[in-house]
Every structure is written in structure tokens, then in C-alpha cells.
């Protein structure tokens, strides 16, 4: 159930800017952003999956790829599945995603300072839209979508706080109006549709909520931090870090 909030601009040149919060068992190992493929994919950055080898979000000069989960039908018995991780890794590299039925749903965010792609699988067929400038919300539905209770109750308030900074900071700057708008949603219960960050426990999942990315993607090109919170599932103001070497 991660959340992926996105601007993307109307006039060229203006860059895009994306905050994404991962949700995932906590028991599951991974690595925080850094340069865990020097050989594979040199020039990737990453939040590494220790167990498949993929990625959840990954980053290179001037892309950044970042998949949420979608429901989709088991994959079949005589295919041996394959990790969505791998698909972020290309995607980053600029290799478009192939997926077979081997591969789970899943809801790709392809970014460039040119524009988003977004590609969707429900492990049957796969769709891909462009997306329009403004902002939105992604989670394991369609963009903006009605059915996720998380947009509808925050998507308004996303587009109207700005993203626009002057002068560099070594934080992300331009994010501090919508991480007030996370710290705000907190305030619900985590199991609460509307919640942004999550703690599925009591609906009988493991996932919570454990980590932030903040990204600008523009003609510069990617500029990607990370940001763990101290405790799966509960807000706290993240202190965002850049890519290990």
C-alpha cells in the first residue's frame, strides 16, 4: 500500500517533484538508498530488496523509477515467479518494462525531466498513460483514483500547497508543505483508509509504513533523498539523507 504523490509541471523546463512512502514488512530486509549495482547497472541508485536483489525505488542521472503494488491473480503454478524489484532496476536504466505472467501486479511510476509514464499490470495486460501536469496520487489503484480513500481525502490539499524554492538546500526544501500534509494525515488511525501512513497489522497484513523518498527530476537532472522513520507505521519528521556511495 505504498503512496506515491506526484507534481508535474505545465511549463517546460520547470522540474518534476515526487514524495513516495514505502510500506513493507518490517521484518523483510532492505537497504537504504545507495549504489548497491555497480556492476549490473552502474550509474543506479537504490532502495535495495535484500531478499529478491531489486529495487523498490531507483534513481540514475537523469531517471527515476518507483513500483507500488497492484492486485493481481496468483502467478502460475508452472512459471517461476519474477521479482518487480528487477523491473525498477531497468526502468531506471532506461529500459522499458516487459512484464509476462510471471510477473505480480504492480503500478510503475517512470519519471524524466521530460515527463511521468506510468505503466500498470494486473498480471494480464498492461497499460500506459502519460501523465498530465498538475498533481496526483498513486497507490495500488489508477492515478487519482476514487477508490483509494487515501486521494480523496488528500489530493486537494497536495495541489494547492506549493513545491517552489529558490536558492539550494541540503534538505529537500520544496517537500516541507506536503510533509505537513503527511504529519496531518497521521493524526488518523494508521488502519484508517485514509491513512498515508500505514499500519496494516490489525487488518492481517505486516506491512507499515517505513521509509520516505523525495525526489526533483528536471533538466539538472535527479535529485533523490531518503528518509526512514524511527518507528514501522508511526509519523515522525524525517530527516532526509542523499545516496550512499
Known amino acids: 500500500m505504498c503512496t506515491v504523490i506526484l507534481r508535474v509541471p505545465s511549463v517546460p523546463g520547470r522540474p518534476v517533484r515526487m514524495l513516495a512512502v514505502r ?3 518490517p521484518s523483510r530486509p532492505w537497504q537504504p538508498l545507495g549504489a548497491w549495482w555497480p556492476d549490473e547497472h552502474p550509474g543506479v541508485v537504490g532502495v535495495r530488496d535484500v531478499r529478491a536483489g531489486g529495487a523498490w525505488l531507483a ?6 523509477a518507483v513500483l507500488l503494488n497492484r ?3 496468483p502467478v502460475p503454478d508452472h512459471l517461476a515467479p519474477v521479482s518487480r524489484g528487477l523491473i525498477v532496476l531497468d526502468a531506471a536504466s532506461g529500459r522499458p518494462p516487459r512484464p509476462t505472467p510471471a510477473v505480480p501486479g504492480f503500478n510503475l511510476v517512470d519519471i524524466t525531466p521530460g515527463g511521468v509514464l506510468l505503466t500498470s499490470w494486473d498480471g494480464e495486460s498492461e497499460r500506459r498513460v502519460s501523465v498530465p501536469p498538475g498533481t496526483h496520487m498513486i497507490a495500488h489503484d489508477d492515478l487519482d483514483d476514487a477508490r483509494t480513500a487515501r486521494s480523496g481525502a ?3 490539499a497536495f495541489a494547492v500547497a506549493p513545491t517552489e524554492v529558490t536558492g539550494a538546500a541540503s534538505e529537500p526544501a520544496w517537500a516541507e508543505e506536503w510533509l505537513g500534509i503527511i504529519a496531518r494525515s497521521a493524526r488518523l488511525d494508521p488502519v484508517d483508509a485514509r491513512a498515508i501512513i500505514r499500519d496494516n497489522r490489525p487488518l492481517g497484513l505486516p506491512t507499515r509504513s517505513l521509509l520516505l523518498c523525495a525526489a526533483t527530476i528536471g533538466p539538472g537532472g535527479v535529485d533523490v533523498r531518503y528518509a526512514e522513520l524511527e518507528r514501522p507505521g508511526r509519523w515522525n519528521a524525517p530527516v532526509f539523507s542523499p545516496p550512499r556511495a
Not at 59 to 64: G, K, M, Q, V, Y
Open 23 to 25: 510500506d513493507e514488512d
Open 59 to 64: 534513481a540514475s542521472e537523469r531517471r527515476l
Open 71 to 73: 492486485a493481481s491473480p
Open 154 to 156: 488528500w489530493l486537494d
